[in-house]
């Protein structure tokens, strides 16, 4: 057979195992999978009125996530070697974008630093903030019986002026879920995630009172109340599951 004829068989193969398995599902009555999104979110905050505790501004200046993490389709184990993902079942984004965006609006809201943002506006000392995501995942043992929410970080804190870390935090959590489904292994994913940052923030508040390369911020004139992150509908109060559509959740088990 000429050499294009060659090409062409493998496509028509192809095409035709995808056409005997649409309709192998038709014939059987079953649903094609729906894809579902998922986010974590932020309890339910409010700025801090206090002035800042450092003069230098913060730069969160990355967010990584280990290789089999930083895809958008959920990583499960039920193993202690392999990792998978679902197909049907994804991030809204891609986990170091999510946890950037949320560290964020956690930080400039704890109104620790003059200024919080991701990149320098100027050349002037700021300190840098690097996170490195090393699980965000669901754990399935006992032949899939339990389920957990595993999450596990690690935060840096780099002076540019002396290129040092000069602090440190880490954590590696995870809690069970009772009710075996993907938007309860992401709510207690995001129960994780609050709890932490906020002994994460105590941390910090209390390295910073003491830094001396920290300067005082100066005082500046704050609004008598500041409303609440409920008023920002990314920030949601309770986690929530952003679905594709409304068709029932059993049709990728949740």
Same mark, same amino acid.
């Given at each position: 057979?000429?050499?294009?004829?060659?090409?062409? @068989?493998?496509?028509?193969?192809?095409?035709?195992?995808?056409?005997?398995?649409?309709?192998?599902?038709?014939?059987?009555?079953?649903?094609?999978?729906?894809?579902?999104?998922?986010?974590?979110?932020?309890?339910?905050?409010?700025?801090?009125?206090?002035?800042? *505790?450092?003069?230098?501004?913060?730069?969160?200046?990355?967010?990584?996530?280990?290789?089999?993490?930083?895809?958008?389709? *959920?990583?499960?184990?039920?193993?202690?070697?392999?990792?998978?993902?679902?197909?049907?079942?994804?991030?809204? $984004?891609?986990?170091?974008?999510?946890?950037?965006?949320?560290?964020?609006?956690?930080?400039?809201?704890?109104?620790?630093?003059?200024?919080?943002?991701?990149?320098?506006?100027?050349? $002037?000392?700021?300190?840098?903030?690097?996170?490195?995501?090393?699980?965000?995942?669901?754990?399935?043992?006992?032949?899939?019986?339990?389920?957990?929410?595993?999450?596990?970080?690690?935060?840096?804190?780099?002076?540019?002026?002396?290129?040092?870390?000069?602090?440190?935090?880490?954590?590696?959590?995870?809690?069970?879920?009772?009710?075996?489904?993907? @938007?309860?292994?992401?709510?207690?994913? $995001?129960? @994780?995630?609050?709890?932490?940052?906020?002994?994460?923030?105590?941390?910090?508040?209390?390295?910073?009172?003491?830094?001396?390369?920290?300067?005082?911020?100066?005082?500046?004139?704050?609004?008598?109340?500041?409303?609440?992150?409920?008023?920002?509908?990314?920030?949601?109060?309770?986690?929530?599951?952003?679905?594709?559509?409304?068709?029932?959740?059993?049709?990728?088990?949740?």
């Amino acid at each position: 057979l000429p050499d294009e004829e060659n090409e062409m @068989i493998p496509r028509r193969l192809s095409a035709i195992t995808t056409i005997l398995i649409l309709l192998a599902l038709s014939a059987c009555g079953s649903k094609v999978p729906v894809k579902r999104y998922y986010s974590l979110q932020n309890d339910s905050l409010a700025a801090v009125v206090n002035a800042p *505790i450092c003069a230098k501004p913060l730069v969160i200046a990355a967010v990584e996530a280990d290789p089999p993490y930083d895809f958008r389709k *959920i990583a499960f184990r039920t193993g202690g070697f392999e990792i998978k993902h679902y197909y049907f079942r994804l991030w809204s $984004s891609a986990p170091s974008d999510m946890l950037k965006r949320l560290l964020m609006r956690r930080l400039r809201l704890a109104n620790l630093f003059v200024t919080t943002d991701t990149y320098v506006h100027s050349v $002037s000392d700021h300190l840098a903030l690097y996170a490195t995501i090393y699980a965000i995942e669901e754990l399935n043992e006992a032949k899939g019986e339990q389920w957990f929410a595993h999450l596990a970080m690690e935060f840096r804190l780099r002076d540019s002026r002396t290129e040092r870390v000069v602090w440190e935090h880490r954590f590696d959590s995870r809690r069970p879920v009772v009710e075996k489904t993907s @938007i309860q292994m992401v709510k207690q994913l $995001s129960a @994780i995630y609050n709890d932490e940052m906020k002994a994460m923030l105590a941390k910090l508040h209390v390295f910073l009172k003491g830094y001396a390369d920290c300067g005082q911020a100066k005082s500046v004139e704050e609004p008598a109340t500041t409303p609440a992150a409920e008023n920002a509908p990314q920030e949601a109060t309770a986690p929530t599951a952003f679905e594709a559509n409304s068709a029932d959740a059993a049709s990728d088990g949740g």
